[in-house]
């Protein structure tokens, strides 16, 4: 098989979703600054645009039209990690990091984020605080409903879900009974305690190589349970107002093996806390001007530290 050149080296890249999805505001924002401080050093690559695989003994990576494209020394994945498939995106990934390359975050923190049963079980091993949650990974739903140790009111969700989809509160079994009956069979559930004083509102932490560089109280419009941005809430930034909140925050990042962190939590009362769900690909606020530079200086970290295989 021939091939037809190769793609100048790049040591940091940014790889995002296929064409023709678009960028998350803060994803751009982020690769803006990356350029403007790294040049051609920098570059952004879609996971659609690459064949890869292994020839003549040895890992290659190559772009549609045949040429070589050299591993870079730092990855900074910005996709959502719900949206990666296992013979996918994931498999490209693997491939990045055995060539080489060091992810941003590590591949295995990514397979813990986008199942959250996965989260919370870190999550727990940790002896964080986490909300009390039965799955119906294996069981049949209808059944898990069913059980003694299931309470209502409580919050369905799917197990690989993200920006606040499908997830309902169901206040009682009768209504709780209906949500289960218009569920996708093939889709695992989650079903998790409820926690009342933080019904329409979480708190939202980046943190960053264990230091928490921006926070925000997301607010819910009128009385619905999901605050997401994405979903019509609204983002109060609150940096240092929380400081257990920061705390709880940067043990959770580092329960789950994230570098760069956005960490949700539940209000347990004004000022106690409970973990919700650890996300890999954060997005920010433009007004949360600590989060780029953070980013950056852990980029460069990486740089410092980066290594190349042993042949």
Known sequence: M?????????????LVRERPLPLQASTRALAEALAARHGPRFAVWHTDEFVFGVQEGRLILRTLG????????????RQIPSSMRHDREVTLLRQLERMGATLL?????????????WQLQEL?????????TLSSATAPVEGV?????????????????????EVFLAPDRQ???????????????LFQEYVAPSHGRDLRLIVVDGEPVAAAVHTARGDGLASNIGRGGVATLCPGRYPQAEELAVRAARAVGLAIAGVDLLFTSEDTFTVCEV???PGWRPQMTAVIPAIEDCIDRRLKAWRPQAS
């Open 66 to 77: 045949g040429m070589d494209v050299p591993a870079p020394k730092v990855v900074c994945v």
């Open 105 to 117: 975050n590590p591949l295995d923190a990514h397979l813990v984020c986008r199942n959250k049963l």
């Open 2 to 14: 021939t091939h037809t050149g190769s793609v100048p080296p790049a040591d940091i890249w940014m």
């Open 145 to 165: 409903v069913r059980t003694p140790h299931l309470d209502t009111p409580c919050v369905v969700k799917p197990t690989c879900g993200y920006k606040g989809k």
């Open 279 to 281: 996300n890999a690909v």
């Open 124 to 132: 727990a091993l940790a002896e964080l605080p986490v909300p009390g």
């Open 175 to 189: 209504v709780l009974h209906g949500v289960v009956g218009a569920l996708a069979r093939e889709t695992p559930q």
